[in-house]
């Protein structure tokens, strides 16, 4: 199974433009051949093939000598990727590819002959390391690097492969997401949501507003554009960062973790605008949740939300049809339960994935919540639920 890691990379100026070389050569080869092939396809109804192109790259290098400057192999990769467009465009899977502008996303690839050290990258045709800070270690089995830039900042995405593994389950942990919290655990602990957009709600509007007096075209509106692209990147990090230090505490508590589906097409569809943010951020916090739980070799397990978590009661089983989005107590008519409706989801979410996994649901034991404490070392807000024991 290939999965990626996206570490942040810190190269210093002489790196750093070679890297902007990149992105612009690894563009043009990009742009100079889809339009060669796009020509050639017009004036003789006839396809490039992929290893035309390839022959074409040598001869382009005699013409263009800046571009030996540039990892071959980085020049390659953007032929290949030209050709996985164009076999997509004949086989009527995406449409026609489009040239590459310097304005859009910025990346080249490294397929081959990169090495990492704790705390550096070596790729080719760099002359020294780049340094790169992740608290993850780094994957044995790596496939490829992407070097990215968003905004001011470079990235390196690294692709590894990873054998799956029967999750255990010992030590499990049901969660459920939430909108009015940002997640709540089968052991009672509420984790409260983030609300960085309403501390930067002011700043926010104060900036958009000065951009909107500036001068369209203007040097005045490409810095006020650059300065609030620096304020989301400033939300961004505010909300990665507590994304990594709530992923990281349930990571290191528990082996089994069993969290519901993200259904991404919904998300996209979702007209409901509060749940869509939420979605969106807990696509980021699952994401890490997934890495960190792989590297500790424990198992992140996911089930699907048509399994009504939130109607069905913890303690007796008892499905509750009439229960509404706005009830924040779950009431159970049958065995009297009386519980935080998150908390009832977490628990039976962790029930469900004890069933998926084979075994049985455990016994009631209390729980001391060792997640509490790292949470509010972390300085995070949460809240502790009391937990009733189920009916036995
Ligand atoms: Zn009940």
């Given amino acids: 199974m290939i999965k990626?890691?996206?570490?942040?990379?810190?190269?210093?100026?002489?790196?750093?433009?070679?890297?902007?070389?990149?992105?612009?050569?690894?563009?043009?080869?990009?742009n100079y051949f889809l339009e060669k092939r796009?020509?050639?396809?017009?004036?003789?109804?006839?396809?490039?093939?992929k290893f035309d192109a390839l022959k074409g790259l040598t001869a382009l290098k005699k013409q263009y000598?800046?571009?030996?400057?540039?990892?071959s192999q980085s020049l390659q990769q953007s032929l290949m990727k030209l050709d996985t467009a164009f076999r997509a465009f004949f086989k009527h899977n995406a449409q026609y590819p489009k040239f590459k502008s310097r304005k859009g996303n910025q990346y080249f690839i490294v397929p081959q002959h990169f090495s990492f050290s704790k705390s550096e990258i070596r790729l080719p045709k760099f002359k020294r390391?780049?340094?790169?800070?992740?608290?993850?270690?780094?994957?044995?089995?790596?496939?490829?690097?992407?070097?990215?830039?968003?905004?001011?900042?470079y990235y390196a995405s690294i692709l590894y492969e990873r054998d799956e593994e029967m999750p255990k389950g010992d030590?499990?942990?049901g969660i459920d997401m939430g909108i009015k919290s940002f997640l709540t655990t089968s052991d009672g602990v509420q984790v409260e949501p983030l609300n960085v957009y309403r501390k930067f709600e002011k700043?926010?509007?104060?900036?958009?507003?000065?951009?909107?007096?500036?001068?369209?075209?203007?040097?005045?509106?490409?810095?006020?554009?650059?300065?609030?692209?620096k304020l989301y990147q400033r939300i961004r990090d505010a909300r990665t960062d507590f994304n990594h230090k709530v992923s990281t505490a349930i990571a290191k508590h528990y082996d089994t973790v069993v969290a519901e589906d993200l259904n991404i097409q919904g998300m996209a569809q979702n007209h409901n605008l509060a749940k869509g943010i939420a979605d969106q951020r807990w696509y980021q916090f699952k994401q890490m949740l997934r890495h960190k739980m792989e590297w500790r070799n424990a198992n992140l397990i996911e089930i699907g939300r048509y399994e009504q978590s939130s109607k069905i009661c913890s303690r007796c089983g008892n499905i509750k049809k009439d229960l509404k989005l706005s009830d924040g107590t779950y009431h159970c008519d049958l065995c009297g339960l009386e519980m935080d409706r998150d908390l009832n989801a977490a628990i039976n979410i962790?029930?469900?994935?004890?069933?998926?996994?084979?075994?049985?649901?455990?016994?009631?034991?209390?729980?001391?919540?060792?997640?509490a404490g790292y949470l509010s070392h972390e300085g995070i807000s949460y809240v502790s639920l009391k937990q009733e024991p189920p009916m036995l």
């Fill in 129 to 153: 390391e780049i340094k790169f800070k992740d608290k993850s270690p780094i994957p044995k089995d790596v496939k490829q690097i992407v070097i990215i830039r968003d905004v001011h900042r």
């Fill in 4 to 30: 990626t890691l996206k570490v942040r990379i810190y190269p210093d100026e002489e790196q750093r433009i070679l890297i902007e070389k990149h992105f612009g050569s690894t563009r043009f080869v990009w």
């Fill in 350 to 371: 962790r029930n469900i994935g004890l069933i998926k996994i084979g075994k049985g649901i455990p016994e009631f034991t209390p729980v001391e919540i060792p997640l």
């Fill in 171 to 173: 030590g499990i942990i």
């Fill in 203 to 229: 700043k926010l509007k104060r900036e958009h507003r000065r951009l909107s007096r500036r001068k369209k075209g203007s040097n005045n509106r490409r810095k006020q554009m650059v300065k609030l692209q």
């Fill in 38 to 49: 796009t020509k050639e396809y017009h004036n003789n109804g006839k396809a490039l093939s």
């Fill in 65 to 71: 000598v800046w571009l030996t400057e540039i990892n």
